[in-house]
């Protein structure tokens, strides 16, 4: 469905300064990377940037050190995917750690409440009774809840990392690192990531009123197995800065550290904690506790992340794989129906696509509209927004929008709410993803609308898609030395991409696997290795030429054990 995919090789990059230990071939990589040292490319938790240079952050520890010295109720307040869960979790056992003796929690129920703190949910909220709460992943554009917690007497702490609105809601204290003005250097913190921040903020500030002059300090790393699953799920950039957050907490999980629900989601997902990457959090850890969110209430993923019982976990995470099977049937159907709608109009404007795709099916479930709306922003590289009725049979639309780089997609919703006031009942997000409502009435204004924006503000030249690649490998570096050290020299993910490399091959053997994938035995040029490949999805019913030239990853195989290795291919064409 995309214009031709184009395979564009990185650019070198400086050679920088390196350890003699070092393969060349991570020197490449790292270099191409914007990384002149190892430490560069792998910081440690000695360079994260300072908590206190977070704007609102003296506020926030006033409020927190006061709630625990006078022993108020406080209340955290999560979201329903993933970020949102380990915040929670986070802020809940760091508050515990810090001396805090009330702390409750509560999620917003996707289906009933929608996003973030809304009067509605803070109507709820009012049995527990706190005296403090707070927000965590969410609330940067929760003015009406906000007031309504006000309006209550309660204090609220906003904590978040999604862009505020014209207008701040009127928390007592807010910390989120993309407020205007503020001076944090990382604006790529994701919301568990803010709440780690305000708790190494808080046990300074505890620290220098003398409260741990007869006891020991909490040792809040404990909590950074937590912050990488979230970091990594919620598709942040990795700066320097969530590069060595997510490093720590890998290597905690990777010990057999993580806390008790994190160890039992591994082993529900058949990973090998002693191997666990940044891939497996995103492709297998992630998955499974937003699945409770998108079909369930993510109260469930919480829970399992607070646990202290084995066996309490396990149970857990065997439900969550189970609702997680269930996601992935649901979120095929409205694939494939997207796919349908997507094919007949281009068959109707003759196999011109649209310059956006904007999409709504009223049996669609509301919380598998951003899993669609990825999917098909994959297959045609455009922005893509997906709808679905709020509840069965209401006319009330929730969407959510996805993004190709270069092309922001909350600033796009922005721009249509100043042209078009009232079109949306509400909206927020990234660059990259977004959400909103609006009623069902208004779906087809909006939708010529979105086209409009970004037919006016999207460059062209971004339709033009691209993979990246490290270039080519030798023929001394298809072992399991050189895997082993890329799977270990990450963490990979958004901004600080996973090694691809691109080379032309000779076919010796090929077959389809569950008539889906196509399994391939290849061989470089001018060499008598036999290179295991396998392209997941790629089999297009005809038999691929003799010689290829595809894009492909480095990994060790499990499959076979011992020191094999294979090639994953992300995308082949045949050489003429």
């Known amino acids: 469905m995309h214009d031709g995919l184009k395979i564009v090789r990185r650019e070198a990059g400086d050679a920088g300064q390196w350890d003699a230990r070092t393969l ?120 009406a809840g906000v007031t309504a917690a006000k309006a209550l007497g309660w204090q609220v702490l906003v ?211 951003g899993l669609v709306a990825s999917k098909m922003k994959d297959r045609l590289h455009r922005p893509v927004i997906a709808f679905a009725p709020s509840e069965p049979g209401s006319d009330a639309l929730r969407g959510s929008a996805r993004s190709i780089g270069g092309f922001h997609i909350r600033d796009a919703l922005a721009a249509i709410n100043a042209t078009h006031p009232g079109l949306m009942e509400k909206f927020g997000g990234h660059a990259m993803a977004a959400g909103l409502s609006l009623a069902l009435g208004k779906f087809e204004a909006f939708k010529l609308a979105f086209e409009q924006q970004v037919f006016a503000t999207l460059d062209p030249a971004l339709l033009q898609q691209q993979l990246l690649s490290d270039g080519e490998l030798s023929a001394a570096e298809f072992d399991f030395n050189h895997a082993e050290a890329l799977r270990l020299a990450g963490p990979w993910g958004q901004g600080f991409a996973e090694p691809l490399f691109d080379g032309s091959f000779e076919v010796l053997e090929w077959r389809v696997l569950k008539e889906r994938h196509l399994k391939l035995v290849l061989r470089p040029p001018g060499s008598t290795l036999r290179l295991n490949a396998i392209h997941f999805g790629g089999w297009a019913g005809t038999a691929p030429g003799q010689h290829l030239h595809i894009a492909y990853r480095l990994v060790g195989d499990d499959y076979r054990g011992g020191q094999a290795i294979q090639l994953i291919v992300e995308h082949c064409q045949p050489v003429p």
């Open 159 to 369: 904590t978040d990392h999604h862009l505020p609105g014209e207008h701040l809601p009127p928390a007592d204290a807010i910390v989120d690192p993309n407020v205007e003005g503020d001076s944090f250097p990382s604006k790529a913190l994701a919301g568990v990531g803010v709440i780690f921040y305000v708790l190494m903020a808080l046990r300074r500030h505890l620290r220098d009123q003398g409260r741990y002059a007869a006891q020991p300090e909490p040792d809040l790393l404990t909590l950074l197995d937590l912050v990488a699953v979230g970091t990594v799920a919620d598709l942040v950039v990795l700066d320097a800065n969530n590069r060595a957050l997510v490093g720590a907490g890998l290597r905690r999980l990777r010990n057999g550290q993580g806390c008790v629900g994190l160890r039992a989601l591994i082993e529900a997902s058949g990973r090998d904690a002693r191997r666990l990457t940044a891939s497996d959090i995103g492709f297998a850890l992630g998955p499974r506790l937003n699945a409770a969110g998108r079909l369930e209430d993510m109260a469930l993923g919480i829970k399992l992340l607070l646990t202290e019982n084995p066996v309490q976990a396990r149970e857990i995470a065997a439900l969550l794989e189970e609702i997680n099977a269930e996601r992935r049937a649901v979120q095929q159907l409205m694939t494939d129906d997207a796919e349908l709608a997507v094919s007949r109009a281009l068959l109707d404007d003759g196999g011109q696509r649209p310059v956006a795709a904007c999409l709504f099916d009223a049996q669609w479930h509301p919380g598998v509209v």
């Open 24 to 143: 060349p071939l991570l020197q490449r990589i790292y270099a191409a990377r914007g990384a002149a040292s190892v430490e560069q490319a792998q910081p440690k938790l000695a360079q994260l940037h300072a908590p206190e240079l977070l704007g609102g952050m003296q506020a926030a520890v006033e409020l927190l050190a006061a709630a625990i010295e006078q022993g108020k109720r406080i209340l955290v307040v999560g979201d329903f995917d993933c970020d949102g869960a380990t915040a929670c979790a986070v802020g809940v056992r760091g508050l515990r750690m810090l001396g805090a003796g009330d702390v409750v929690h509560a999620v917003p129920n996707r289906m009933v409440h929608g996003y973030g703190l809304s009067p509605s949910l803070v109507e709820e909220l009012a049995a527990l009774k706190p005296d403090l709460l707070i927000t965590v992943d969410h609330g940067i554009a929760c003015h």
